[in-house]
């Protein structure tokens, strides 16, 4: 079965940087596009950015263009997300999910949840 | 882009049937088949219930339906149960290739 598992989050500075990781397992990784979605406490989903499964494409929100970078690496079948510049309202509960067809998140790890305070 | 439109919460008694409604634009919802809702208990993560409008992942209740017209998606959940009660999130790719949710719904079983 299809098993996601993030893993980096903890408690960072404004303007620090952490790398959140998702490790795949229960599928062919290196087949499908991938998706990372955040949730602040209390609050809604909020999408953040997807990777095709080839690295050909990486599409980010608008809210964390240029300070966020999707990556991926098929050979160790796990999925990065690098933070930089991260301020308050970054924080959150970061999922990574399982694309299925037409960007639509289909499986989802549990997450890991990203605080961001002095 | 901004947030798809749901309404913040709806309810219903058991055995009832709810709809809730996911306003986008001709840029998003409006323009491609490409609508998912997911349903959400408190402190776990979300799951998929609906892809491409209507249809149901396998292991997913017939129970729940989605459907499309212009620029307003829907979920309809007939014959309501005491575990339905849960935040529901709409979903839709977009014309920029990224993908925006709905603010959620928060429904409750009376």
């Known amino acids: 079965q299809v098993q996601l598992v993030e893993s980096g989050g903890g408690v960072v500075q404004p303007g620090g940087s952490l790398r959140l990781s998702c490790a795949a397992s229960?599928?062919?990784?290196?087949?499908?596009?991938m998706h990372w979605v955040r949730q602040a406490p209390g609050k809604g989903l909020e999408w953040v950015a997807i990777?095709?499964?080839?690295?050909?494409?990486?599409y980010y929100g608008d809210s964390v263009k240029g300070r966020f970078t999707i990556s991926r690496d098929n050979t160790k079948n796990t999925l990065y997300l690098q933070m930089n510049s991260l301020r308050a309202e970054d924080t959150a509960v970061y999922y990574c999910?399982?694309?299925?067809?037409?960007?639509?998140?289909?499986?989802w790890g549990q997450g890991t949840l990203v605080t961001v305070s002095s | 882009q901004s947030a798809l439109t749901q309404p913040a919460s709806v309810s219903g008694s058991p055995g009832q049937s709810i709809t809730i409604s996911c306003t986008g634009t001709s840029s998003d919802v409006g323009g491609y088949n490409y609508v998912s809702w997911y349903q959400q208990h408190p402190g776990k993560a979300p799951k998929l219930m609906i892809y491409e409008v209507g249809n149901r992942p396998s292991g997913v209740s017939n129970r729940f339906s989605g459907s499309k017209s212009g620029n307003t998606a829907s979920l309809t959940i007939s014959g309501l149960q005491a575990e339905d009660e849960a935040d529901y999130y709409c979903?839709?790719?977009?014309?920029?290739?990224?993908?925006?949710f709905g603010g959620g719904t928060k429904l409750t079983v009376l």
């Open positions: 990777i095709r499964y080839d690295e050909s494409n990486k």
């Open positions: 979903s839709s790719y977009t014309s920029s290739s990224t993908r925006v």
């Open positions: 999910a399982k694309d299925r067809v037409g960007a639509t998140p289909e499986y």
């Open positions: 229960g599928f062919n990784f290196s087949s499908y596009a």
